[in-house]
T-cell receptor
Framework: AQKITQTQPGMFVQEKEAVTLDCTYD???????LFWYKQPSSGEMIFLIY??????QNATEGRYSLNFQKARKSANLVISASQLGDSAMYFC???????????????FGTGTLLAVQP | EADIYQTPRYLVIGTGKKITLECSQT?????MYWYQQDPGMELHLIHY???????EKGDLSSESTVSRIRTEHFPLTLESARPSHTSQYLC????????????FGDGTRLSIL
């Protein structure tokens, strides 16, 4: 069965420092996609970054980068130069299938609550 | 900027009432989803749709029902609300391309008294 595991219920980081949020996944499908979302206390879900299972390079998007280690089945999110506005819940999610016909359904992890301290 | 809207944003209502949570998107996405999320917990898929007149139940069993009569509209209905339905409900949509993210609405926080 497909599964996403986030082992860090909460994290603290000092402003301007980098932080890594862990995510491991389990799937038997060779074709899949991994997503990270941010959820502030207001409740909306904000898409941050995407990594496809066949992508050769780690994804980057501004201050966000994804440390994708396929053999270890991990897809950790790295936030560089943390800002106070980064304080939020962060969810890792996986979608099976990278090609046409996929349902695009997502399986979410339990999330990591990040607190950025001044 | 994703254009997906949910109303109401908050709803507090008594047991036994019929409730409809609205979700609309202006992006022309074929695929739409409803998730249920308890405070501080992960999202669970309760319904999804591939397109007009196509709906499927998700991984988490739910007493709610959905309909998809128009591409842009995917309402969720609870025929008789109960306190156990108290939760946040998030609607999302996605393009048919598999590498595109799901875009979420702001959610409806539902409290059943």
């Amino acid at each position: 069965a497909q599964k996403i595991t986030q082992t860090q219920p909460g994290m603290f980081v000092q402003e301007k420092e980098a932080v890594t949020l862990d995510c491991t996944y389990d799937t038997s499908d060779p074709s899949y996609g991994l997503f990270w979302y941010k959820q502030p206390s207001s409740g909306e879900m904000i898409f941050l970054i995407y990594q496809g299972s066949y992508d050769q390079q780690n994804a980057t998007e501004g201050r966000y980068s994804l440390n994708f280690q396929k053999a270890r089945k991990s897809a950790n999110l790295v936030i560089s130069a943390s800002q106070l506005g980064d304080s939020a819940m962060y969810f890792c999610a996986m979608r099976e299938g990278n090609y046409g016909g996929a349902t695009n359904k997502l399986i979410f992890g339990t999330g990591t609550l990040l607190a950025v301290q001044p | 900027e994703a254009d997906i809207y949910q109303t109401p944003r908050y709803l507090v209502i008594g047991t036994g009432k019929k409730i409809t949570l609205e979700c609309s998107q202006t992006m022309g996405h074929d695929k739409m989803y409803w998730y249920q999320q308890d405070p501080g917990m992960e999202l669970h898929l309760i319904h999804y749709s591939y397109g007009v007149n196509s709906t499927e139940k998700g991984d988490l069993s739910s007493e709610s029902t959905v309909s998809r009569i128009r591409t842009e509209h995917f309402p969720l209905t609870l025929e008789s609300a109960r306190p156990s339905h108290t939760s946040q409900y998030l609607c999302a949509s996605s393009d048919h391309q598999s590498n595109q993210p799901q875009h979420f609405g702001d959610g409806t926080r539902l409290s059943i008294l």
